[in-house]
């Protein structure tokens, strides 16, 4: 192998080793920074916007998050008795159903088979818990009664009308009550769904890296040989084809231009007339003088 083959390929070596170390460098930042990447902000304000006497909250983690997904989605077939939001981005997930609240040992019992069950929080509305179904049934059916009595008036005054409007209010009110007590027995779970972070200190944090550094050198090692094969497939086929580049065309020329063998003609010239070992002798005649021959001439009259 030549010189500058030698060095050429040292070059792309060294590139490539740069190059995968700031590829390690990319992705073990990116795995140190990664984490839930999904907005729990606005499951959480609906959670706790809904009206139920019993709420519970639920952290969840997993290395497996497909699996757990699978997990999750089958107990929530298995136990819900009303489903309100199922939501998966990314890497995480926030769920939002209610379940019995026998049941809820259950849930976390079989959510511990699939991932890390973290902070478990559970919520009583005291304001409906003072509530009574038969008080309250009667307190409905009472606005009902008296909301019908003033539908009948043809011309109702201006003080019917504005307890028309309050009864409707608090007839809203009532049977909303009213469902929140027949849920009684439920009880409202927020389930949040996270990747696991894997913590194990330095010496899985040096393998990690070691194995991302090795994985990107291959690879692009791998793509370097493919490329300058393929480049090389490609100038081939190109020839077959009759399409040349300049440089092919021209022998190793560029632009119909010999680069420097045009320079082996000048070192024949001047090896002729400027680098010559040869003496030459030059005479030079005087033009008044007379010619060698007019004084042989001269000599053979005389004589």
Same mark, same amino acid.
């Given at each position: 192998?030549?010189?500058?083959? #030698?060095?050429?390929?040292?070059?792309?070596?060294?590139?490539?080793?740069?190059?995968?170390?700031?590829?390690?460098?990319?992705?073990?930042?990116? #795995? #140190?920074?990664?984490?839930? &990447?999904? @907005?729990?902000?606005?499951?959480?304000?609906?959670?706790?916007?809904?009206?139920?006497? &019993?709420?519970?909250?639920?952290?969840?983690?997993?290395?497996?998050?497909?699996?757990?997904?699978?997990?999750?989605?089958?107990?929530?077939?298995?136990?819900? #008795?009303?489903?309100?939001?199922? /939501?998966?981005?990314?890497?995480?997930?926030?769920?939002?159903?209610?379940?019995?609240?026998? !049941?809820?040992?259950?849930?976390?019992?079989?959510?511990?088979?699939?991932?890390?069950?973290?902070?478990?929080?559970?919520?009583?509305?005291?304001?409906?818990? @003072?509530?009574?179904?038969? @008080?309250?049934?009667?307190?409905?059916?009472?606005?009902?009664?008296?909301?019908? +009595?003033?539908? !009948?008036?043809?011309?109702?005054?201006?003080? /019917?009308?504005?307890?028309?409007?309050?009864?409707?209010?608090?007839?809203?009110?009532?049977?909303?009550?009213? +469902?929140?007590?027949?849920?009684?027995?439920?009880?409202?779970l927020y389930l949040t769904l996270s990747p696991k972070q894997v913590s194990g200190g330095w010496v899985s944090l040096i393998k990690g890296i070691a194995k991302s550094f090795l994985i990107w050198l291959v690879t692009l090692s791998i793509g370097a040989v493919l490329v300058f094969y393929g480049t090389k497939l490609l100038m081939y086929f190109l020839a077959a084809l009759g399409i040349r580049s300049p440089r092919m065309a021209g022998g190793g020329n560029y632009g119909g $231009?010999?680069?420097?063998?045009?320079?082996?003609?000048?070192?024949? $010239?001047?090896?002729? $007339?400027? @680098?010559?070992?040869?003496?030459?002798?030059?005479?030079?005649?005087?033009?008044?003088?007379?010619?060698?021959?007019?004084?042989?001439?001269?000599?053979?009259?005389?004589?």
């Open positions: 192998m030549r010189k500058s083959s #030698k060095s050429r390929v040292k070059g792309i070596a060294i590139f490539i080793v740069f190059l995968a170390v700031a590829m390690t460098a990319y992705e073990t930042r990116g #795995k #140190k920074n990664s984490g839930p &990447n999904m @907005n729990f902000k606005p499951s959480a304000n609906e959670f706790h916007d809904l009206q139920f006497i &019993n709420k519970a909250q639920i952290g969840f983690s997993s290395s497996n998050i497909p699996k757990a997904r699978e997990g999750i989605s089958k107990i929530i077939d298995k136990y819900s #008795k009303q489903r309100i939001r199922k /939501q998966n981005e990314g890497d995480s997930g926030a769920y939002v159903f209610s379940i019995p609240q026998d !049941k809820l040992d259950a849930v976390i019992a079989e959510l511990k088979a699939y991932g890390t069950v973290g902070p478990q929080t559970e919520q009583i509305d005291i304001a409906l818990v @003072n509530l009574d179904f038969e @008080n309250e049934s009667s307190k409905s059916a009472s606005y009902e009664s008296e909301l019908n +009595e003033l539908n !009948k008036i043809r011309q109702p005054s201006n003080v /019917q009308n504005d307890r028309k409007e309050v009864l409707h209010s608090l007839l809203q009110e009532s049977r909303g009550n009213l +469902e929140k007590l027949r849920n009684s027995e439920n009880v409202l $231009y010999s680069g420097y063998g045009g320079y082996s003609n000048y070192s024949r $010239y001047s090896s002729r $007339y400027g @680098n010559s070992k040869r003496k030459i002798k030059r005479i030079y005649k005087d033009k008044g003088a007379p010619s060698t021959q007019q004084n042989e001439s001269e000599d053979t009259k005389n004589k």
